[in-house]
């Protein structure tokens, strides 16, 4: 464009207009950042993992040890967490995925499978953890 | 609550905006100050508070948020009308675009409540109170209301939204096929009124590089017309990790698109043809 008028003056002095300072939540904006924010979150937690196997091969008193921060209420919590991440994010990899292939884009159903995405993760991450504490103890 | 049309308001909102501070990441001309106040009338019966961004290149002064108080007896139904009012009676200066008043031009696209929407198709009855109008988020503003669209005009004309074709110019029309002319429905109706560009968040953080949906709705309108010869040559244009791939399917695009278009289905269809031209 030979109007443009980068660098001049009159553009650099302009002010920006708010964008996330002002733009309303909605499910579409909401979904795609907690999908972000759960993925980071799942790949801090692949360590905890890691950590966790490798307390199980270093024997039982590191093991025990790891076993108690797992089980105080902060590390009952981060689990309770990287649950319901591990859910919500698998559920709107699946939601992606269908996205990718050129499905679901009316926007009544972007609608109902964020929704969808939402109840289901819950609905799983509460299913794990009572099917955990009736099983394991 | 199920969304059936990007014109449904959302009755239920947990949050009016994110929680972040105001001025998170603005620069200091940017910085947003707190504005006048213009009291309605003594015995005005219904009023109606509009909050909006005011911004004067001729002073030295940032951006601030002046208050209006519209009389609801004296103005039209839509929020143009009550900013042709507070122009008409309270502050000459207010400066905005307008131009069809019907969602025709799209000159009067503007940030209302949080999402961006034309000030001419939207009810004063279905906005907030009070009212808060800002103008398309993420643009360089010229004054008040009015951003300035430069950069993303520019990057429409990137995708070269005109016919091009090799074949020699026939004698009458280039005939479609009524099934072909069909799928240019739900593309060509866009009045490029860059409220899907302006509330996409991947715009917002990389729109230097990043085309957005108003012009990648644009490419696809051209990559489905049977006319079009240029196919190959759009589809290289656009294959880029940022023109087209940092379209991350957030979807505000569709969610607040003012003629009820589908721009992030658009681009889903462009990411399908390029995988399809490798195979």
């Not at chain 1, 269908?98 to 679901?104: F, T």
């Not at chain 2, 074709?165 to 072909?180: G, V």
Request: overall charge positive; glycine content about 6%; charged content about 20%.
């Amino acid at each position: 464009m030979e109007t443009k008028m980068t660098g001049s003056p009159v553009e650099r002095s302009r002010p920006q207009s708010p964008n996330i300072q002002i733009y309303r939540p909605q499910l579409t904006s909401v979904l795609s950042i907690a999908n972000r924010i759960s993925g980071v979150f799942l790949s801090i937690a692949a360590f905890g993992l890691v950590v966790w196997l490798i307390a199980a091969a270093a024997g039982p008193r590191v093991y025990a040890t790891v076993q108690g921060v797992l089980s105080s209420a902060i590390g009952q919590i981060v689990l309770f967490a990287a649950t319901f991440a591990f859910f919500l994010h698998l559920c709107g990899g699946i939601r992606h995925l269908v996205w990718d292939g050129g499905y679901g884009f009316e926007l009544r159903t972007i609608y109902a499978s964020g929704w969808a995405v939402v109840t289901v993760s819950v609905a799983l991450t509460l299913a794990a953890w009572i099917i955990a504490l009736f099983t394991g103890g | 609550m199920i969304i059936r049309s990007s014109n449904q308001m959302s009755r239920l909102t947990l949050l009016k905006r994110f929680p972040l501070p105001r001025n998170f990441g603005v620069n200091s001309k940017s910085r947003i100050e707190r504005g006048q106040t213009w009291s309605a009338r003594a015995g005005t019966k219904r009023i109606k508070t509009f909050e909006i961004y005011r911004y004067d290149p001729g002073s030295n002064r940032n951006p601030r948020i002046d208050n209006f108080e519209v009389d609801l007896d004296d103005c039209g139904p839509m929020v143009l009308d009550a900013l042709i009012w507070i122009k008409n009676t309270i502050d000459s200066t207010l400066t905005f675009r307008r131009s069809c008043r019907e969602g025709v031009c799209g000159s009067c696209a503007m940030n209302i409540d949080g999402t961006n929407w034309l000030a001419c198709t939207r009810f004063i009855s279905d906005t907030e109170a009070p009212a808060s109008i800002y103008p398309l988020a993420n643009l360089p503003v010229v004054k008040d209301l009015v951003s300035d669209l430069t950069h993303v005009v520019a990057q429409y004309a990137m995708i070269e939204p005109w016919l091009q074709s090799k074949t020699p110019e026939p004698d009458k029309e280039r005939l479609q096929s009524s099934e072909e002319r069909h799928r240019l429905d739900g593309y060509y109706e866009c009045i490029l009124c860059f409220c899907c560009t302006s509330g996409c968040p991947s715009h917002w953080w990389t729109g230097d590089r990043f085309l957005g949906p108003a012009a990648l709705l644009q490419a696809w309108r051209w990559l489905t017309d049977s006319r079009d010869e240029a196919t190959g040559e759009r589809l290289d244009n656009l294959e880029d990790p940022f023109r087209l791939y940092r379209c991350h399917t957030i979807l505000n695009c569709t969610r607040t698109c003012p003629k009820s278009l589908n721009p992030g289905k658009a681009i889903a269809e462009i990411k399908k043809r390029m995988i399809e031209r490798r195979n």
